[in-house]
T-cell receptor, first 114, second 114 residues
Framework: GAGVSQSPRYKVAKRGQDVALRCDPI?????LFWYQQALGQGPEFLTYFQNEAQLDKSGLPSDRFFAERPEGSVSTLKIQRTQQEDSAVYLC????????????FGEGSWLTVV | AQSVTQLDSQVPVFEEAPVELRCNYS??????LFWYVQYPNQGLQLLLK??????LVESINGFEAEFNKSQTSFHLRKPSVHISDTAEYFCAVSGYQGAQKLVFGQGTRLTINP
């Protein structure tokens, strides 16, 4: 497709359940980012990939959060043993290589933990 | 490290009135500056960006922002707003090096009243 695609768009998980969120970046985009956006807040950085290499995971809030991009295209963000504070919109974004290039965002995966 | 402060969480204005959304940033290094817009139930879209050169940058839909290095500001303005401008607006910065990840402000909700 033409844009960043994320699935599922909406996910309700019971506390303690594991979830997996998928991101399909724009074709040819080397850089991929995951952000977390809590209700009424700005997006917060989680992790960054350049191709298949995870170069920055400083924003992952705990070891329950794990991201991968094994073939340098599709990425999955996994959250283990979900807790209520994990409820947020998870945004994926991608960018062509090169300084100052635009970062394009998907519509997000809305996670609600009950 | 960078940080962004959006001074107003909500800005209500009447249709066809001018508006200014304020953004200040803090950084120990030179930065790129961005404004993103988020319409209800949609992803973030780039509105405009400052990379270098002229300190005044414009978008295709009438918004403009001016980079002021001495005041570390990047305020967004529009001389006459429309109902369709109702959205959440996010100011963001990124460094020149590494991942060039975006650091966002908390957002300003712009509400246009008829």
């Amino acid at each position: 497709g033409a844009g960043v695609s994320q699935s599922p768009r909406y996910k309700v998980a019971k506390r303690g359940q594991d979830v997996a969120l998928r991101c399909d970046p724009i074709s040819g985009h080397v850089s991929l980012f995951w952000y977390q956006q809590a209700l009424g807040q700005g997006p917060e950085f989680l992790t960054y990939f350049q191709n298949e290499a995870q170069l920055d995971k400083s924003g992952l809030p705990s070891d329950r959060f794990f991201a991968e991009r094994p073939e340098g295209s599709v990425s999955t963000l996994k959250i283990q043993r979900t807790q209520q504070e994990d409820s947020a919109v998870y945004l994926c974004a991608s960018r062509m290589t090169g300084a100052g290039n635009t970062i394009y965002f998907g519509e997000g995966s809305w996670l609600t933990v009950v | 490290a960078q940080s962004v402060t959006q001074l107003d969480s909500q800005v209500p204005v009447f249709e066809e009135a001018p508006v200014e959304l304020r953004c200040n940033y803090s950084s120990s290094v030179s930065v790129y500056l961005f404004w993103y817009v988020q319409y209800p139930n949609q992803g973030l879209q780039l509105l405009l960006k400052y990379l270098s050169g002229s300190t005044l940058v414009e978008s295709i839909n009438g918004f403009e922002a001016e980079f002021n290095k001495s005041q570390t500001s990047f305020h967004l303005r529009k001389p006459s707003v429309h109902i369709s401008d109702t959205a959440e607006y996010f100011c963001a910065v990124s460094g020149y090096q590494g991942a060039q990840k975006l650091v966002f402000g908390q957002g300003t909700r712009l509400t246009i009243n008829p």
